[in-house]
């Protein structure tokens, strides 16, 4: 036994106790009984994590990053539908399409920039291309289509102020590249609306990443249904026809790539789809899309029509993204989102004799 020169000065131990040994018959924990019927050493476990935090960490995104995503979408379809006018020969298609991507553009980059805190964290993602990085990717992505969005728009509000504005030589440049620019933003409009989900799925969120298989499908859609009903709302009649063949189109896409989505997703993780606040933005999203999508094929022609149409397609758009938004927010929130889903896989993995590897084990 070792000491120590602290040993004259600690307190002496107070004396312990010695437990009596109980005789006669072992009974049950239930307090009755023999004992041959014993109650479970372990209760029913319930889904906690330490110290009541989440299992996964929430990203600390505001509603800011929502607006974006539908802003990104309001942008790439619009970038599309000005692409598809130019081809076809309407001009205030055209025009509408051209200053509504741009519009979309500017106030979606300062709700990104809101965000970030400063504007330049936008800058300095730019200063490289990482391919296996979502936001560095759509960083770029939202560069170039800005780019594109912003000499069209300027050709248009040239072309809409008589040429009063002073470009002086630089006005025949611009013409020049009016053409290709409106090529360019057309071909980066779907990326602009895809790469968004893209951004959501590649996080832990449980719900979002449930989803990266067949995400982007929605979000593609989602962003044809704004800009077909935006189109719809601020162009005459006589012109919308692409817009209103698009708006049909992005209908059937939604509906079904959302119910397609859900039908791929764990079922537990797919539960803030449905519950809640984000429940009831996803239903009213598909009935106000199927709404504006007989509107625009069936009364499109007349303005009061195509109006209500189009506002209810920009609606059912937003909806749907603010939707999927707060779901994988919810799903952060209770660890059965991120358990559950994962005990699943193991155990499909370990029927499938995936025993070998770092996620599974043989016992």
Do not use: C
């Not at 372990?42 to 906690?48: I, L, Q, Y």
């Not at 935090?53 to 607006?67: D, F, S």
């Not at 893209?198 to 982007?216: C, I």
């Not at 063949?245 to 509906?255: E, F, H, K, Q």
């Amino acid at each position: 036994m070792s000491s120590s020169p602290f040993d004259e000065t600690r307190p002496p131990e107070p004396p312990r106790r010695r437990r009596r040994r109980r005789r006669g018959p072992r009974r049950g924990w239930g307090g009755g009984g023999d004992g041959s019927r014993e109650a479970f050493m372990v209760p029913d476990v319930e889904f906690a994590s330490y110290y009541d935090k989440p299992v996964v960490k929430a990203p600390p995104w505001g509603h800011e990053v929502a607006a974006y995503l539908v802003l990104g979408g309001i942008a790439g379809g619009s970038g599309l539908l000005g692409l598809g006018a130019q081809i076809a020969g309407l001009p205030k298609l055209r025009r509408n399409t051209r200053l509504s991507a741009l519009g979309a553009v500017i106030v979606g980059g300062a709700a990104l920039v809101a965000d970030l805190g400063r504007p330049d964290r936008f800058y300095n993602m730019l200063r490289t291309f990482k391919v296996t990085s979502p936001m560095s990717v759509g960083s770029w992505i939202l560069a170039s289509f800005g780019a594109g969005a912003g000499i069209t728009a300027v050709a248009e509000l040239d072309r809409l102020s008589g040429e009063r504005v002073p470009l002086g030589p630089l006005r025949k440049l611009l013409q020049l590249l009016e053409g290709p620019a409106g090529v360019e933003a057309g071909i980066m409009g779907t990326p602009l609306a895809a790469y968004t989900a893209v951004l959501l799925s590649d996080t832990a969120v449980p719900t979002w990443n449930a989803m990266h298989r067949d995400l982007p499908f929605v979000f593609v859609s989602s962003a044809s249904l704004a800009a077909s009903g935006l189109a719809m709302i601020t162009t005459p009649t006589a012109q919308t026809r692409p817009a209103r063949a698009l708006a049909v189109l992005g209908v059937l896409g939604d509906v079904v790539a959302m119910r397609w989505t859900e039908s791929q997703m764990d079922p537990t993780a797919a539960e803030p789809l449905h519950h809640g606040h984000p429940g009831a933005m996803l239903r009213w999203s598909e009935r106000l899309a199927i709404l504006g999508g007989i509107g625009a094929l069936l009364g499109g022609g007349w303005r009061p029509t195509a109006v209500l149409s189009g506002a209810a397609l920009v609606a059912a758009s937003t909806l749907t993204r603010f939707g999927v938004f707060e779901a994988g927010l919810e799903s952060t929130k209770d660890p059965r989102y991120t358990v559950v889903p994962q005990k699943r896989r193991l155990a499909k993995r370990r029927a499938e004799g995936v025993v070998d590897d770092s996620i599974t084990t043989a016992g």
